[in-house]
C-alpha cells in the first residue's frame, strides 16, 4: 500500500511539472504571438528561438519567425524558417509564403531553388501579376547581366552602425534619415527592430565630393517619430517628408498596432522650417511615404497602400494645383505596381521613374528598377543590374542626372550599418527603349525559293511606321517593333511581286521569331502570239549571210529571252528564224530550219526543257521588207530578213 501511494505521489509530481512546463510554454507562445501581432518583430524573434531552443516547433512559430524576419529585412535567416514551415507534413499555408520563400533564396544566391519555389507559386496563382512576370521573363538573370557593370559605386563616410538610407538633394546638402545614436538618452526604441526612430540629418557635399560632418536637421521637422524620405522644391523654399502617426510630435499607434506614414510639407521661413501640415490625402488607415517632385514641380510621386493598391505598397501620382491644393491620387498600373512593395520613388529631368520593388524579377530583397514614363502605354521597365542591386535591399535612388551621379541606400554586406547610403556615378546610361526583334524569312510562293533585297516595313496597331529592313542573300530579315504589346503588321515589298504581309501578335519587349511571308509573283508574262523579241525590247538575233551559229552578239539578246523563261517556268515558245531572199528557196528553208534548230538548242543548253521549246524555219517567206527575189538591196537590208523569233504559243 505504502508503495502505491509514493507511487502515485511521483506519478503526481509529473503530471504537476509537466503541467507546469504546458503552462510555461503557453506563456511563451501567447507572448511571442502578442509581440508578432504588435509589429515588435524583434521581440518576437528572441521569443520564439527561445521555444525552438527548448524543443518547442510548430508551423505557427517557423511561420511567423520567417515572417519576422522577413520584415526586418534579414533574408538568409527568413529562409532557413520558410524551410523548415515547408518541411513540416501537409504544411497548407497561403501560396503567398511560396513568393517569400523564392524570394529570400535569392539572397544567398541559389536561385536554382528560388526558381524551383517560384515556378510552384507561379502554377497556384496564374493571375498574379508577379507569376505573369516571371513566366514572361524567365531569362532575366541574363538580361540584368546585360544592364550591369553601369556604375561606379562607393560607400559614403558619413554612414553609421545603424541604418542610414533615403537620400535627397538639398542645394550643396545631402540630405538623408539615420537611427544613429547621438549619445542622447532616448526613451524609446521601435520594437519592430529595437532601433531608435530615425531621425533627418544633413551633410554638405563639395565639388571634389568630400562630406562634411553630419548633424542633425532642424527640430520643427525632427520628432520623437520617424522621420525620412524628403524632397525639395528647387528654389529650397518647401519641403515633402515622410513622418509616422504622431500626436503632439510623439509616436501613435492606430487600432491595429501599427503607427501609419504620412506626407508632411514645410516651407522655409527666415531659416526656419515652419507651416508645417500633413497632405490632405494621408489618412489613419493607411500609409502615405516617401516623396519625389516632377521636374516642372507640378507632380507629387510617393508609395502608399491605400485603397486602390495592388500589394503591399504602390506608387501613386498627384497634382500639384498652382494655388497649393492637390488632385486627386492616381495608381501608376500594374505595369509598374504588383502584389508586392513598389516604393521610395525618384523622377529624372528626362521623366524617368526609379523605383524600389521586390514583386519585378530581381536578384534579392528589394532591386531598383528605371521606366520611362513620358508613354504610359509602352512602359518598359528595366532591372539596373549589378553594382546598384545586390541580392540584398537596394533602394531610395537618386540622380542628378546632367552630372550622372546620384546616391541609393543598401542593406548588402560589407557595409558600415544595417543600411548605408553609397555615391555613385554613371559610366554607361541605361537603354530605356523598348525593342522587339522581328526576325523571318521571305520567300517565292510557287518555287518556296528565299528572296534576297525584299524590303520590309514594320506597322504597329496605329498604322504607324516603326521600323524598316531589307532581305539579305538568304532572303532573311531582321528589323524592330517599338515596347507596344500588340498587333504588328510586317509588310514585305519586291519588284515583280505582289506585296506580302503577316500579323503577328507580340508580348511587349518579347522577341517573335521564325516570321516567314509569302511573295507571289506578278504574272507579267507575255500573251501568246507575242514575239519576246519585241516584247523585251531586245536586239533581233541575227545570223551571218549563209551561217547559222549563235554570235556573239546575237548571246546577249538570247539570254534575256532565257532569263524570261526562267522567270515564267509555264510559258512555251517557239523558235522561228528565217533567211534573206537570195539563195533559192529550198536552200533557205533548210538554212532557216538549221538556224531555228540552232537557237532552241542554245536554250536547251542553257537550262530550258525541251518541252517549252519548239522551233521552225520560214525561209523567206516572211521578210520584213522589200527586199525579195531579183530587187536591189544593200547588205545591211538584208541582214535585217536573216534573224529568230521567239513567239509565244503557250
Known sequence: MKYRINNIKCLLVIALSFGSMLNAQDKKTKRAKADFNSYAYAEAIESYEELVKEGYTSEEIHKNLGDAYYQKGDYNASAYWYEQLFAEPQINVDTEYLYKYAQTLKSSGNYELSHVWMQKFAEQKKGDIRAFKFQENKDYLDKIKENSQRYDIKNIPVNSASADFAPSFFGEQLIFSTARDTGRILKSVHKWNNKPFTNLYTTKVTENGEFSVAERLSKKLNKKTHESSTAFTKDGSTVYFTRNNSKNGNFLRDKEGLSRLKIYRATLNDGE??????????????????????????????????????????????????????????????????ESRETFPFITEDEVLYFASDGHPGLGGLDIFATKIDDMDALYI?????????????????????????????????????????????????????????????????????????????????????????????????????????????LAFKKDYEEGEKIVVTEKGKDFNDIEIILTQIDKSAPVGTDLAKYLNIDPIYFDFDEYFIREDASVSINKVLAYLNEFPSVKVQVRSHTDSRANDVYNKNLSAKRAKATADYLIKKGISSDRITYEGYGETALVNNCSNNVPCSKESHQLNRRSEFIVVE
Not at 539596373?384 to 537618386?398: A, H, K, M, T, Y
Not at 546632367?402 to 556615378?425: H, N, P, Q, W
Request: net charge negative.
Open 382 to 490: 528595366l532591372n539596373v543590374g549589378e553594382p546598384l542591386n545586390s541580392v540584398q535591399d537596394d533602394f531610395s535612388f537618386i540622380m542628378d542626372q546632367k552630372l550622372k551621379k546620384g546616391y541609393f541606400a543598401s542593406s548588402r554586406e560589407g557595409g558600415v550599418g544595417s543600411d548605408d547610403i553609397y555615391s555613385f556615378t554613371e559610366t554607361r546610361p541605361l537603354d530605356l527603349q523598348c525593342r522587339t526583334e522581328l526576325t523571318g524569312v521571305v520567300r517565292d510562293g510557287k518555287t518556296g525559293e528565299p528572296l534576297k533585297d525584299a524590303d520590309i516595313k514594320v506597322y504597329n496597331s496605329k498604322n504607324e511606321l516603326v521600323s524598316g529592313s531589307n532581305t539579305n542573300g538568304t532572303g532573311m530579315f531582321t528589323t524592330e517593333g517599338n515596347c507596344a504589346k500588340g498587333n504588328y503588321k510586317i
Open 273 to 338: 522650417w515652419e507651416d508645417i501640415m500633413e497632405l490632405p490625402f494621408n489618412s489613419e488607415n493607411y500609409s502615405v511615404a516617401h516623396p519625389t517632385l516632377s521636374n516642372d514641380e507640378k507632380k507629387l510621386y510617393f508609395a502608399s497602400d491605400m485603397p486602390g493598391t495592388f500589394g503591399q505598397s504602390d506608387i501613386f501620382v498627384v497634382d500639384i494645383n498652382e494655388d497649393g491644393t492637390f488632385g486627386t491620387p492616381k495608381n501608376l498600373g500594374n505595369e509598374i505596381n504588383t
